[in-house]
């Protein structure tokens, strides 16, 4: 069974930086999608950011790019990371960590283009990111 838990999520000042880690098991790693999305209370999943762990282009929303790079963790098998900079307010908002198998290319082709809906897929619980004015 694949499971995914995220790490690193934090408080942090306009301009500060954070990482997120996204620790995945039960999985071969290759052949997958992986990203990050977020979410406010009351609001709509916004996707960050993805990349294929079979290597290629990472993909980040307008939002983020510049500020926010992922990437997979070369020291720590099976793991996504998400280095996150400049950060502003609008920032703020619950991190959740996705997974989606090339196995099933419908659901692998949406998390890389962004459009993974919640229910498909593997998600981890989320990180609580804040970013203060």
């Known amino acids: 069974q694949v499971q995914l838990v995220e790490s690193g999520g934090g408080s942090v000042e306009t301009g500060g930086s954070l990482r997120l880690s996204c620790a995945a098991s039960g999985i071969s790693y290759g052949g997958y999608c992986m990203g990050w999305f977020r979410q406010l209370p009351g609001k709509e999943r916004e996707w960050v950011a993805s990349l294929s762990t079979d290597g290629g282009t990472a993909h980040y929303a307008d939002s983020v790019k510049g500020r926010f790079t992922i990437s997979q963790d070369n020291a720590k098998k099976k793991t996504l990371v998400m280095q996150m900079s400049s950060l502003k307010p609008e920032d703020t908002a619950m991190y959740y960590c996705?997974?989606?198998?090339?196995?099933?290319?419908?659901?692998?082709?949406?998390?890389?283009?962004?459009?993974?809906?919640?229910?498909?897929?593997?998600w981890g619980q989320g990180t609580q990111v804040t970013v203060s004015s």
């Open positions: 996705a997974a989606a198998t090339r196995t099933y290319v419908g659901n692998y082709n949406a998390c890389m283009r962004g459009v993974l809906a919640p229910e498909l897929g593997t």
